[in-house]
């Protein structure tokens, strides 16, 4: 038996609670799920805040996402067997 687990943060800027709705953090939550099952066996892929975005006040929604990806406002993180392998940005 494996394991796949996507996960972003939510609120996603504690200094912002209205960056993300709800709604969208599930919806970015299942994305990286699909993700990490495409990456392999037990795998998880977090979608995290850069360290920019609390600077930003760009919204981040499913629609703009893509946008955003080409700016550092998104880290990813990949763990594999619970130990962090990647962090990076998009």
Aim: with cysteine; charged share 20%; proline share 7%.
């Amino acid at each position: 038996m494996t394991c796949s687990i996507g996960w972003t943060p939510y609120p996603w800027l504690r200094e912002s609670v209205e960056a993300l709705s709800v709604d969208d953090a599930i919806k970015l939550a299942d994305k990286a799920m699909y993700c990490a099952k495409d990456a392999g066996r037990n795998k998880s892929i977090g979608l995290l805040p850069s360290p920019q975005a609390v600077d930003s006040p760009e919204t981040i929604t499913l629609e703009n996402l893509a946008d955003v990806a080409h700016s550092p406002l998104i880290q990813l993180v990949k763990t594999e067997a619970g130990v962090a392998t990647d962090n990076w940005s998009l």
